[in-house]
């Protein structure tokens, strides 16, 4: 049996060999016990600088094409690399390693590290260039100018191209052109599936992305964060995108908080069409933190928050120029829900040059310096589900301008707290627009304002109003304010709760905390109401009292036998007067208003006299005087042919409808103004279980 031979190499830890950094002889082995790492000496080569031998179970396993390292790279990552840079003009490696892919593309890694490049092509098909993270560092060269990376190529059509998982540092501080518009990543040729994924942009001179007009689609940016761009101030968007079909946005975030910028936009959409944009977070932007303009189309754009914005939240309109649309091509089909807008400086969600756009669930927290929602040169625009909070002095929180038509407003909130602050207001010239159950909430100057002829507000609330003068200013013509109701902050007195200056106005069935209308136009103002009275029973002469005797002392308390089965007119009858010749009877009870009432009755309104109130209710008759023994006379009091209506009917007001039995009724007469009772005796007395439905319209404005 051979004996056993042991054989040892030269070993010791890794900071050991870093720190002795002996030069190993032509062939000599040194073995790093805690890495595992093998390195085989040349007799000229120090330790540090040999290469290294990983063990497999080390190696990262490769799912890559080509694997590139930095000039940083770890010496383990340079070990696995195809290629490694120098550190100068990186893209020399990076193109080399993109070229020699074979015609069914690949992928491409590039390890840890910083690479310095000036223009990397993406002009392979079926290709992904992807990094290891924030870690991976793609900084353009000293006062290169350029992009960092192009997607495309002049002459051709390419597709399929990814970018994921890197760090695109435009270097700005050391960009020289004033003029220089590219941007990191530029898309300025065809090309179409391009999926940006993962990428922290950095200190671009001007753009972040930027694609040419009409030439890219199928395009997806999802996952990126935008940091400190436009150091040339001069009002570049962040991701500038033009003219693509099919394109996603979803996941990602912008801070220009150290930009230093004056006027720079986010996302710039300008002529694409299907757009999505998502689950996007925008701050501190100096310009609109999305733009949607240049004829877009099909746009959703969901789930937003943007911080610190100097224009708008959101903005669509037709170009940055601000020509509106002369040409006829608007955006079109725009939808905006769940964005919430907090402390933008000029408007909210700005929404011009559009036909049908659709506002819902959205938040936009003031202040700002002039609207939260602002509609002017757009068709079809549909806000619902809204809220604006914190208004600026003589501002409307939701305005349309004078050429904004069809334009509704459903379920909103106006909050404008601010002193001056405005709610609802439309100018004239704008057509058609719709402010239905809508709420103002603490407002000290114009609650809802109706400049715009047409206009028509329903169901609305306006609470906690505290200005002096008036709340709504009707100043439109045919406009209609339906079935709102105003109420006050506790101590305010208005002078008017509406003003009415233009003619044909209608203000129907509200509920004003004053009840005051001033109006220069005569104006009809009233409720509408609708009064049912079923199954109801035919006058009784004495269903209320019968055969009172009248010869005892006086006050004589009539004992009350029945009530009436609606509110009715009371009817009194002596059916024996005598040994009276003269007498004063009063009776107390709640009329058909709710109201507690008293009438009193003489000799002079003759020996048998009806009620001028329908009592629902009696709670007293008494005779307070007599003249005379009343001797063997007696009196009955019943019901009447007059039914009590629950609201007051002024002048000018009417019963416009009336159903008997089902039937349509005209057998019927109003009492004398402003008594609130219809008498239906001279279409014939009431005979048991008739029926009556009366429409009517009443001045009871409170």
Not at 499 to 519: F, P, S, Y
Request: net charge negative; proline share 2%; with cysteine.
């Amino acid at each position: 049996m051979p004996v056993g031979v042991t054989i040892k190499t030269r070993r010791g830890t890794a900071a050991e060999w870093s720190a002795a950094n002996p030069t190993l002889a032509a062939g000599e082995p040194g073995y790093e016990t805690d890495t595992g790492i093998l390195k085989i000496g040349d007799g000229v080569t120090a330790y540090n600088t040999l290469p290294a031998r990983v063990p497999t179970s080390q190696k990262t396993t490769r799912s890559a094409t080509i694997v590139i390292a930095a000039s940083n790279s770890s010496a383990k990552s340079k070990e696995q690399a195809d290629y490694v840079c120098d550190g100068i003009n990186d893209e020399v490696e990076i193109q080399a390693a993109i070229y020699s892919l074979s015609a069914t593309g690949g992928r491409i890694l590039l390890l840890e590290g910083t690479y310095n490049v000036t223009n990397v092509l993406c002009d392979v098909d079926d290709i992904t260039l992807e990094g290891e993270g924030r870690s991976t560092v793609l900084k353009l060269n000293n006062a290169a100018n350029s992009s960092i990376i192009s997607i495309g190529k002049a002459g051709e059509s390419h597709s399929n191209i990814t970018i994921k998982n890197v760090t695109l540092d435009g270097n700005s501080n050391e960009q020289t052109s004033e003029a220089n518009k590219s941007a990191l990543l530029s898309i300025p040729y065809t090309v179409s599936n391009i999926t940006v994924e993962s990428v922290y942009f950095t200190n671009a001179y001007a753009c972040a992305i930027k694609t040419a007009s009409s030439v890219a689609s199928n395009v997806s940016i999802i996952q990126c964060d935008f940091y400190d761009t436009d150091k040339s101030a001069r009002g570049n968007h962040v991701v500038d995108l033009n003219g693509i079909t099919q394109l996603v946005i979803d996941n990602c975030y912008i801070d220009l908080s150290g930009s230093g910028t004056t006027i720079s936009d986010g996302f710039g959409i300008r002529g694409c069409t299907d757009v999505n944009i998502s689950n996007v977070s925008i701050s501190n932007i100096s310009g609109h933190c999305i733009m949607i303009a240049n004829g877009s189309k099909f746009v959703n754009i969901d789930n937003v928050n943007t911080w610190g914005s100097r224009l708008e939240g959101v903005c669509v309109e037709w170009q940055a120029n601000g020509t509106h649309g002369l040409d006829g091509i608007y955006n079109q089909d725009i939808n905006i829900n769940n964005v919430i807008v907090n402390q933008t400086s000029m408007y909210g969600i700005y929404v011009e040059d559009v036909i049908g756009v659709n506002v819902s669930n959205c938040i936009v927290n003031g202040p700002v310096l002039l609207n939260h929602y602002y509609a002017n040169n757009c068709m079809d625009v549909n806000y619902v589900n809204c809220i604006a909070r914190v208004g600026v002095n003589a501002q409307y929180m939701f305005f349309s301008l004078g050429n904004a038509t069809n334009v509704s407003y459903e379920n909103c909130i106006a909050h404008p707290s601010t002193a001056g602050a405005r709610g609802f207001g439309c100018l004239a010239g704008a057509k058609n627009i719709i402010f239905n159950n809508c709420y103002v909430y603490d407002c000290d100057s114009y609650a809802i304002s109706m400049a715009a002829d047409g206009t028509i507000v329903k169901n609305c609330t306006l609470s906690e109003i505290k200005t002096t003068a008036y709340p709504v200013g009707i100043t439109g013509a045919n406009c209609q304010f339906i079935g709102n109701t105003i109420q006050y902050a506790t101590g305010i007195t208005p002078a008017q709760d509406i003003v009415i200056t233009k003619a044909n106005a209608t203000v129907i069935d509200n509920k004003l905390g004053k009840g005051n209308i001033t109006d220069s136009t005569g104006t009809a103002v009233f409720r509408r109401f609708v009064e049912t009275f079923t199954d109801v029973k035919a006058s009784v002469t004495n269903s209320i009292c019968s055969s009172v005797d009248l010869s005892t002392a006086v006050p004589i308390s009539f004992t009350l036998a029945g009530q009436p089965d609606y509110a009715r007119s009371i009817k009194f009858a002596f059916a024996s007067h005598a040994n009276i010749t003269a007498f004063s009877i009063t009776i107390t009870g709640i009329n058909s208003l709710g109201a507690k009432v008293s009438e009193t009755f003489t000799e002079s309104d003759g020996w048998s006299f009806e009620t001028r109130w329908a009592y629902s209710r009696i709670l007293s008759i008494t005779m307070t005087s007599r003249t005379g023994s009343g001797a063997s006379d007696t009196i009955n009091v019943g019901t009447g042919d007059r039914l009590g209506l629950s609201n007051l009917v002024f002048p000018g007001m009417t019963i416009y409808k009336a159903l008997k039995n089902g039937v349509d009724y005209t057998g019927y007469s109003i009492s004398a103004v402003p008594y609130s009772y219809v008498s239906v005796a001279a279409g014939g007395a009431i005979v048991d279980g008739d029926d009556f439905i009366f429409y009517y319209n009443s001045g009871n404005t409170v």
